[in-house]
């Protein structure tokens, strides 16, 4: 009977932590969102964005979410690169300028042999 209760208590606790958890975790992405607004010098703003967010899930004060940079493979090495930092050489994607310079000098066609 003891483990029942102590298995009640402790489901009852975990939901409690859990919910905290997430609620810490909205007022810190609304925070992060709203950060920009109050950089453009407009504190009054931040204000005014969470009267108008209405207490709901916070989609409405973020707006669209924005798209991941696609990862791009290395041509030498095979490791993945956000797009934005890869660089590009003859077409070809590398992670570093060091690795382009390597692809370049390699041997290509019948000297390849």
Do not use: Y
């Not at 209405?54 to 956000?82: E, F, Y």
């Amino acid at each position: 009977m003891r483990n029942f209760f102590f298995l009640i208590v402790l489901f009852f606790l975990s939901q409690w932590l859990l919910k905290k958890l997430r609620r810490a975790n909205e007022r810190a992405q609304q925070g992060d969102a709203q950060a920009g607004t109050a950089s453009a010098g407009n504190a009054g703003g931040t204000r005014r964005a969470r009267a108008t967010s209405g207490g709901g899930n916070g989609a409405a004060a973020q707006g669209t979410p924005q798209l991941a940079d696609p990862l791009i493979r290395c041509v030498q090495c095979g490791v993945h690169t956000p797009r934005s930092e890869s660089i590009v050489v003859a077409g070809e994607r590398f992670c570093c300028a060091d690795h382009a310079r390597r692809h370049a000098s390699r041997p290509s066609g019948r000297d390849a042999r």
